[in-house]
């Protein structure tokens, strides 16, 4: 029995010492957890959503939704001449009945357009080079991936026996599974890449393999177990299609970086001289704590998503909370339990060099890499901070000119197959691959006056130059609901195809369709519009939550107005720094940083709002931490200055090995195709990187020195009103075991 004192540490504390004392309970809960989320996982299918739309765009998808139209997988075949030649030859011509009879053979598909059929004229190009065989899947446009191998596998053996063409599959559903195979690829590679990296990392850190393998093992478990509430709470709200990589990349970084924080202040206490349990339960009440605030700012952050009513949001929202949550959770219960089972046993598996090493440094407490780094910062804070800030405006100044659009097909790699196609149809039939969708409301869409308006909508379309043939009109059973197809000008999200939709809503539907019945335009574009202006309505009121959370959060753990407000400022110096470098690199043309071969085009819409709310979530974990040295360190009676100094020193290998952990997770994503991973991967690895070095080891230090004693400043009447006193001087309680022995 230990009569060494111990810290109380609030419910991170009460959490750590439960747990250590009945390490086999808290162990074989976690355990029981685990096996239930696996079975939940394997029987509780995900249920995945595109997302929400708004605006005009959503009023079309509605009267579709609610008028029996049948809304199936639209589909295209190119036929196209190798070189120059017609395809109205007798080849394209057989090449055409081939396809038409092989596809229908299938029993899959409805709604066949030959281009050689009567009226079907706007299916051939101006070139005569082209041609579309159209038509739509069977059932429901959702599931619509499934069942398009078949159709595909008819396609390619037409393209085979007809070398002299080129004749290629493109439409929402070969669209769809060519994405949904991508991302299944990408996750696969993810998990294999990430994990061994990772794992080596934390074994250079921790200079033996028992204590690597503690971290990977939570962080794992906690992806499994919330890969698996995900498979429940997806039927309340559904999720995205990258969910399962959003659970993987933040989970893991989480989960190891909260093992991080919590392993390396027990073994730093050990090093100390404090018995294995009470240097479980120091870190219980110290970096518990940091742990518990650090994940409670990340989960209640990520809610403020809700606050967009973009579907896209919300499932983000979902499985983040959710996995960093079960993350934060297993750091505060199972990790002190398997710590104080295991001991010494914990360092088997050593380095032998490396580990002495290690252990030389921990027990002098201080980095002195980090000492040479700090000291001029202290020493000279006003040149520090021009410096510093400096350099971080510089990288965020591109930012200025960030474009954003939802990720459609566009966000597959260029080199893929159905991409080449996507661009060849695109190429001769603009607007072809991804046409705007007007859809017409009126009592009787086949009356007289509707009949000619949409006739005259035709030829104002087709007179304004950005809108092309092949213009195709559907009509419900009801006869109440039309549905105009109408290929423009561009790509789907660049400013061409955005000139074309204002054209279309301004004028041309206005002053034709809108005459006589009520009209909406839908499709790629305009979701994507529609989604950028509610996004940009809602986004100040996300940013105002998650600054005022942050804000008083801060307040509340350090006492001091000035600590929350300087955190808040130097964080959106390290956000804005990354929007600038994936401006820089993906779109172009911006910046200093430029990357041969990227694919460039505009960053995905839900991008920056969620890197700014991730951010600032994970930032509080190095800061928090950070902090709290600092703050230890002048309730001891240090000066100001002394107490940043030994408060960094001393933190900095966990925040270098934490943000290391971090940073390479992050750039496994980078290196994935789907082009909204690249760019969420390059977000969080820069941001990450920024704010532990030049943030953490330049700025604060130099900020915190620069103010002083003005650094714990708190009006008295704000004291009186804050509830509690997390930050008064920890005291250490009487003497008594700190833990009972359990067996």
Same mark, same amino acid.
């Given at each position: ?41 394997a029987s509780a299918k995900q249920l995945t959503d595109a997302g929400e739309t708004s605006g005009d765009s959503a009023k079309a998808e509605h009267l ?84 398009i191998e078949p159709v595909l596998e008819a396609v390619h053996t037409v393209a085979a026996s007809t070398p002299a063409l080129r004749i290629e599959e ?60 995900? %498979? ?40 100390? %001289? ?199 009109v559907e009509t419900n059973p009801a006869g109440t609901i039309a549905r105009i197809s109408v290929p423009t000008s561009g790509k789907v999200n660049d ?249």
């Amino acid at each position: 029995m230990s009569s060494t004192r111990t810290y109380s540490g609030g419910i991170a504390g009460r959490l750590g010492r439960w747990s250590a004392e009945h390490r086999w309970r808290a162990s074989f809960l976690w355990v029981g957890l685990f096996l239930l989320m696996l079975l939940v996982g394997a029987s509780a299918k995900q249920l995945t959503d595109a997302g929400e739309t708004s605006g005009d765009s959503a009023k079309a998808e509605h009267l579709l939704e609610h008028s029996g139209f049948n809304r199936p997988a639209v589909e295209e075949v190119l036929l196209q001449v190798r070189g120059q030649g017609d395809i109205r030859s007798h080849v394209g011509r057989q090449a055409a009945r081939d396809v038409v009879a092989a596809v229908a053979a299938t029993h899959r598909v409805t709604d066949l357009r030959s281009p050689f059929a009567a009226g079907n004229d706007g299916q051939i190009s101006r070139d005569g080079r082209s041609a579309l065989v159209l038509f739509s899947m069977k059932g429901k446009l959702d599931t619509a991936k499934k069942r398009i191998e078949p159709v595909l596998e008819a396609v390619h053996t037409v393209a085979a026996s007809t070398p002299a063409l080129r004749i290629e599959e493109f439409g929402n559903a070969s669209a769809d599974k060519a994405l949904s195979d991508t991302v299944g690829k990408d996750f696969k590679h993810a998990e294999g890449v990430s994990l061994p990296l990772t794992f080596g990392i934390l074994w250079l850190a921790f200079a033996a393999i028992v204590a690597a393998l503690v971290p990977m093992a939570l962080a794992i478990s906690a992806i499994l177990i919330a890969s698996g509430m995900v %498979g429940i709470t997806s039927h309340l709200i559904p999720i995205d299609d990258s969910a399962n990589s959003m659970i993987l990349l933040i989970g893991l970084a989480v989960g190891v970086d909260y093992s991080l924080f919590y392993f390396r202040r027990a073994r730093e206490e050990r090093a100390k %001289g404090a018995s294995n349990l009470d240097s479980v339960a120091i870190a219980a009440a110290t970096s518990g704590r940091a742990v518990l605030i650090s994940g409670l700012t990340v989960i209640v952050a990520m809610s403020a998503m809700f606050i967009t009513g973009l579907g896209t949001f919300k499932g983000m929202a979902e499985a983040t909370a959710i996995v960093v949550a079960v993350a934060m959770l297993g750091s505060l219960t199972v990790l002190p339990a398997l710590l104080a089972k295991l001991d010494n046993r914990v360092d088997r598996g050593r380095i032998p060099v490396l580990s002495r090493f290690l252990e030389r440094r921990r027990a002098s407490g201080e980095s002195r890499f980090w000492s040479a780094v700090v000291r001029p910062a202290l020493a000279h804070p006003l040149p520090t901070i021009a410096v510093a800030a400096g350099f971080l405006l510089l990288l965020g100044a591109p930012a200025l000119h960030l474009r954003t659009a939802t990720p459609g097909a566009t966000d597959l790699p260029q080199s893929l197959p159905i991409m080449k196609t996507y661009n060849r149809i695109q190429a001769a039939f603009p607007g072809g691959p991804a046409p705007a969708q007007v859809v017409v409301s009126a009592p009787n869409v086949r009356a007289k006056p509707v009949v000619q308006a949409l006739a005259s909508f035709k030829r104002e379309a087709l007179a304004s130059g950005q809108m092309h043939e092949p213009i195709t009109v559907e009509t419900n059973p009801a006869g109440t609901i039309a549905r105009i197809s109408v290929p423009t000008s561009g790509k789907v999200n660049d400013t061409a195809s955005e000139r074309a939709l204002d054209t279309l809503r301004s004028s041309i539907v206005p002053n034709t369709l809108g005459k006589v019945a009520t009209a909406y335009v839908t499709g790629a574009t305009a979701r994507s519009v529609d989604f950028n202006k509610q996004l940009q309505s809602r986004q100040l009121y996300v940013i105002a939550f998650v600054l005022g959370l942050a804000f008083l959060l801060l307040l509340w753990t350090f006492r001091s107005i000035v600590i929350p407000a300087t955190a808040i400022v130097l964080n959106l110096l390290s956000v804005a720094a990354a929007y600038g470098v994936l401006v820089s690199i993906f779109q172009g043309g911006w910046g200093i940083i430029h990357i041969h071969g990227v694919q460039q085009g505009p960053i995905a819409a839900y991008l920056p709002l969620f890197l700014f709310v991730i951010l600032f979530g994970l930032s509080m974990d190095y800061h928090v931490f950070i902090l709290s040295r600092i703050r230890e360190g002048h309730d001891e009676g240090l000066p100001t200055q002394d107490a940043v100094r030994r408060g960094i020193v001393r933190s900095a290998g966990v925040i270098t090995s934490a943000a290391i952990v971090m940073v390479a997770v992050f750039s496994t994503f980078a290196t994935l195709s789907v082009v909204s991973m690249q760019q969420l991967g390059v977000g969080l690895a820069v941001a990450i990187f920024l704010d532990a070095t030049i943030v953490r080891g330049l700025l604060v230090p130099a900020v915190m020195s620069l103010l002083g004693e003005h650094n714990w400043y708190l009006p008295r009447w704000l004291d009186r009103m804050l509830p509690g006193a997390p930050n008064e001087p920890q005291q250490l309680a009487p003497p008594r075991p700190a833990f009972r022995q359990a067996a």
